[in-house]
């Protein structure tokens, strides 16, 4: 049981470039989402999906994209690379949310740091 | 107003010390607050769940809420070096479709 894995765990982009992070989860959860953190600035949520098929913008959406084609993956894309871009980016499941602690929970994966030259 | 505030810190205390750490939220129709432990260079993990009422105590950790003052507490008993991380407080948001991190206090415990 891997919990929650994402792809890749370092990467570094030129202003422009374009690229994927994938994340999969082995817990059959229906809530998967998308966090960037920043210094001083904590975990700030970008998209959520609330089932396969669904996305849903967060708090700093702009720039990024989603797509939820299978359960068990939520992946993030940014088209066009941008310096304001570099982050730590974390990807969390869980099993529902807005109910109680055992559905609640979200389950976070290692982060993928990227840096945007 | 943010709907969660936190002292970012860093806080830094001696090992076996009584650590209060801090929260304090705008919304009062937050049901629970879930707090989350972020070891460095880590995802951060579930440490403690209370509901919006009352205390709730788990090993050396006792969350803590105030409904009428709108502060949640967590506070460590006999604090370890290994407790040094940050820690961020999370309810819900209105919809329950998300969770709402504070952006968390960093602790440092010395040995």
């Known amino acids: 049981n891997a919990g929650v894995t994402q792809t890749p765990k370092f990467r570094v982009l030129k202003t422009g470039q374009s690229m994927t992070l994938l994340c999969a989860q082995d817990?059959?959860?229906?809530?998967m989402y998308w966090y960037r953190q920043d210094p001083g600035m904590g975990l700030r949520l970008i998209h959520y999906s609330v089932g396969e098929g669904t996305t849903a913008k967060g708090e700093v959406p702009d720039g990024y994209n989603v797509s939820r084609l299978k359960k068990q993956n939520f992946l993030l894309g940014l088209e066009s690379a941008a310096p304001s871009q570099t982050s730590v980016y974390f990807c969390?499941?869980?099993?529902?949310?807005?109910?109680?602690?055992?559905?609640?929970?979200?389950?976070f994966g290692p982060g993928t740091r990227l840096t945007v030259l | 107003q943010k709907e969660v505030e936190q002292d970012p810190g860093p806080l830094s205390v001696p090992e076996g010390a009584i650590v209060s750490l801090n929260c304090t939220y705008s919304?009062?129709?937050?049901?629970?607050f879930m707090w989350y432990r972020q070891y460095s260079r880590k995802g951060p993990e579930l440490l403690m769940y209370?509901?919006?009422?009352g205390n709730k105590e788990d090993g050396r950790f006792t969350a803590q809420v105030d409904k009428s003052s709108k502060y949640i507490s967590l506070f460590i008993r006999d604090s370890q070096p290994s407790d040094s991380a940050t820690y961020l407080c999370?309810?819900?948001?209105?919809?329950?479709?998300?969770?709402?991190f504070g952006k968390g206090t960093t602790l440092s415990v010395s040995s």
């Open positions: 999370a309810p819900p948001n209105q919809a329950g479709t998300a969770l709402i």
């Open positions: 969390a499941s869980s099993y529902r949310a807005g109910g109680a602690k055992n559905t609640d929970t979200q389950y």
């Open positions: 919304n009062s129709a937050f049901q629970y």
């Open positions: 209370t509901y919006s009422s």
């Open positions: 817990m059959n959860h229906e809530y």
